[in-house]
Nanobody
Framework: VQLQASGGGLVQPGCSLRLSCAASGFTFRLYAMHWFRQAPGKEREFVAGISRSSGTTSYADAVKGRFAISRDNAKPALYLEMHSLKPEDTAVYYC????????????????WGKGTLVTVSS
C-alpha cells in the first residue's frame, strides 16, 4: 500500500505548480482522495478532496479558486493544480486516501503518502 507525492519545488509568488500522487497496492477507485499540507510549526490542514468518481470536490477556503484537485482512476493517480501561489502556501503537501469517503479531518484518512515540499518565495 503506497502513495507517493511528487512535483514540489521552489517557485516565486504568483506562479503555478502541479503536484502528483501515484497510488499502488490498494483499490484506488474505492477511496476518496485528499491533499493536506503542513507548514513549519503548524498543524496539518486540509487542502482539497475529491470523491471516488470525481463527482464531488471540496476545498479549504484559503485555496478555493486557486487550486484544483483531480484524479485518474485508470493510472491510478491524484493531482493538485496550484495557481497564484502565495508565500503562505509554503508547506509539505501530503496525499491521503479515505475509504469512508470525502472528509476534512486528518484522523479520518486511512492511507498517507510521504509529502512533497512546496516553497513559495521570491
Amino acid at each position: 500500500v503506497q502513495l507517493q507525492a511528487s512535483g514540489g519545488g521552489l517557485v516565486q509568488p504568483g506562479c503555478s505548480l502541479r503536484l502528483s500522487c501515484a497510488a499502488s497496492g490498494f483499490t484506488f477507485r474505492l477511496y476518496a482522495m485528499h491533499w493536506f499540507r503542513q507548514a513549519p510549526g503548524k498543524e496539518r490542514e486540509f487542502v482539497a478532496g475529491i470523491s471516488r468518481s470525481s463527482g464531488t470536490t471540496s476545498y479549504a477556503d484559503a485555496v478555493k479558486g486557486r487550486f484544483a484537485i483531480s484524479r485518474d482512476n485508470a493510472k491510478p493517480a491524484l493531482y493538485l493544480e496550484m495557481h497564484s501561489l502565495k508565500p503562505e502556501d509554503t508547506a509539505v503537501y501530503y496525499c491521503a486516501a479515505a475509504y469512508r469517503g470525502l472528509g476534512r479531518r486528518a484522523d479520518n484518512m486511512d492511507i498517507w503518502g510521504k509529502g512533497t515540499l512546496v516553497t513559495v518565495s521570491s
